[in-house]
């Protein structure tokens, strides 16, 4: 449970438990895989830690534990995609109701809070209002606005930005042996997102998806209206899809423009690149920015029940109509 990054959040924890001073509930945010479960291991392996000088030691049998997930004062509270229902929470505060086991301090992560039903969330308050002795909570959340405002108001808030790109490879050439080549391309597509790094370097399928989706776009361009609204009616059964879809045409359009304008600024698709430069030589500077303008606005609009399906071919129709090879 190597925290990599987001030193000063890290040191503001511990310099809490060096002072005796544990706030009963802390809440991080931050974009997806950035790191916010791992920070929440990390500091309750510090809490029980057992071993030497550094804190956590991440050796002692308390530590190892924990990051096994097998410690009995440590509760996970972890399934994305599925809410979290008032039940879980009861049984977790029956959990918090009794002293520790064999540490100093029971623990709870409870991941992605936003997961919560408000049942959930408000039962879950009254931990917050009134905790037991010897017991910490933990929550993440992608942003603390999306969080019931009596929950966020009763935590220590520690916000996790992006880790810089030369961050991002570095660590994975020195802790997971990635070759620098593939670990420049991984942190550049990562927008500072270690844990999705690591992920694409695990595997291989992340990339091959991308890849596909990549492929597509360009086809697209090269087709006429049917296809087009084939695509869109075809994607938008998926909204996890259409998501992930859109943020790698987003992602490839900033290219497009960046190069279209000159931009000494770094491209994301690295590995990319003479398509890229092929297509930024056949749009304008403005066909770009308007699809960026419109990328971003469509990715917007999704969590907010339009009718996806319609926006998807309004987009579809707008790509400029190019053949590439
Ligand atoms: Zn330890």
């Known amino acids: 449970m190597t925290v990599i990054g987001h030193e000063w959040a890290?040191?503001?924890?511990?310099?809490?438990?060096?002072?005796?001073?544990?706030?009963?509930?802390?809440?991080i945010v931050g974009p997806q895989n950035i790191g916010k479960?791992?920070?929440?291991?990390?500091?309750?392996?510090?809490?029980?830690?057992?071993?030497?000088h550094s804190v956590p030691c991440g050796e002692c049998v308390s530590c190892r534990?924990?990051?096994?997930?097998?410690?009995?004062?440590?509760?996970?509270?972890?399934?994305?995609?599925?809410?979290?229902?008032?039940?879980?929470?009861?049984?977790?505060?029956?959990?918090?109701?009794?002293?520790?086991h064999e540490g100093r301090w029971r623990v709870a992560v409870l991941s992605d809070f936003e997961r919560a039903t408000v049942e959930a969330a408000n039962a879950l308050l009254k931990t917050l209002e009134e905790p037991p002795a010897q017991v910490a909570l933990v929550l993440t959340a992608t942003e603390a606005e999306v969080l019931l405002p009596t929950?966020?108001?009763?935590?220590?808030?520690?916000?996790?930005?992006?880790?810089?790109?030369?961050?991002?490879?570095?660590?994975?050439i020195s802790n997971w042996n990635a070759h620098p080549t593939r670990a420049d391309l991984l942190a550049h597509l990562s927008n500072g997102r270690l844990g999705w790094a690591?992920?694409?370097?695990?595997?291989?399928?992340?990339?091959?998806?991308?890849?596909?989706?990549?492929?597509?776009?360009?086809?697209?361009?090269?087709?006429?209206?049917?296809?087009r609204l084939a695509y869109a009616a075809d994607l938008s059964r998926d909204s996890n899809l259409v998501k992930e879809v859109l943020t790698l045409w987003l992602g490839w359009w900033r290219d497009v423009l960046l190069l279209a304008s000159g931009s000494q600024a770094t491209i994301t698709n690295l590995d990319r690149k003479a398509m890229l430069h092929q297509q930024a030589g056949q749009v304008t500077i403005r066909q770009a920015q308007r699809l960026v303008a419109?990328?971003?606005?469509?990715?917007?609009?999704?969590?907010q029940n339009v009718n996806v399906r319609l926006a998807l071919e309004v987009l579809l129709l707008s790509l400029p109509s190019v053949a590439f090879q």
Do not use: W
């Not at 920070?39 to 510090?46: D, G, H, I, Y």
């Open 198 to 227: 690591v992920r694409a370097h695990e595997d291989e399928s992340l990339l091959a998806r991308r890849d596909e989706h990549l492929d597509n776009l360009a086809l697209l361009m090269s087709k006429g209206r049917v296809e």
């Open 151 to 172: 929950i966020v108001s009763r935590c220590q808030v520690l916000s996790l930005r992006p880790l810089s790109t030369a961050a991002v490879k570095e660590a994975l």
């Open 37 to 52: 479960t791992t920070l929440a291991f990390s500091f309750s392996q510090a809490l029980n830690c057992t071993g030497g």
């Open 10 to 27: 890290s040191d503001l924890l511990l310099s809490g438990l060096a002072k005796g001073r544990i706030p009963h509930a802390t809440l």
């Open 65 to 100: 534990k924990i990051a096994n997930g097998n410690h009995p004062d440590v509760r996970i509270l972890d399934s994305p995609g599925q809410s979290l229902k008032i039940d879980e929470v009861r049984d977790l505060q029956r959990h918090l109701s009794l002293s520790p």
């Open 294 to 303: 419109q990328l971003r606005s469509t990715t917007r609009n999704l969590d």
